[in-house]
């Protein structure tokens, strides 16, 4: 499974970079608000960082607005993913744009039949939201299964980004559920490097250094 970081924020994008460990990002328009800056400078910066897969979010509702906003932002740079809703103008913005060759993420996708549906639409990628789905009583990695399950049994090629992720144990239960990839956010990567035992290994074996004879 693929890790991608979930924040629109440079300097933690620039640190989980540096770790060596992600291969994209993913961003929407609460992360990009977050920020207080300009949607498309955070964007060019974002590609500048990371070079793989960048989602940027549309704002329109309707399948022209759609269009019109994702080829503006696909010529942002190659690897840039337009993040689309799952609705019924998503699909047709996401069939418009597989016709002409732009990746496409469909996003706020809460159940296996939306993500059958993107899927033939043209979708590059599909991200269920484990997270919100655990928020309302509902197993969010069930999803995950069931979206694996169906895929592979009819040979579709859109990965699965398992997002809306919370804890470490949805990064673990997305890999063996066999989501492609998580995407996950900056404090989740901080939870996941972080075991007691390690700091504990770390401070005996320096300790055990100090006897070596110099
Ligand atoms: C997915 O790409 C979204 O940006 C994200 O995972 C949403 O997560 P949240 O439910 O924590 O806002």
Known sequence: MKLFIDTANIEEIKEINDWGVICGVTTNPS????????????????????????SAEVISLNADGMVEEAL?????????VIKIPMTKDGLKAVSILNKKGIKTNVTLIFSASQALLAARAGATYVSPFVGRMDDISNEGIDIIEDIVDIFDLHGIGTEIISASIRHPMHVIDSAKAGAHIATIPYNVFQTMVKHPMTDLGIERFLKDWEGVPK
Do not use: M, T, W, Y
């Not at 992360?31 to 897969?53: C, M, N, T, W």
């Not at 503006?72 to 840039?80: G, T, V, W």
């Open 31 to 54: 992360l990009i608000a977050k920020e207080g800056r300009d949607f498309k400078e955070v964007i060019h910066e974002i590609v500048s960082i990371v070079d793989g897969p960048i």
């Open 72 to 80: 503006e932002l696909a010529q942002i740079h190659k690897n840039i």
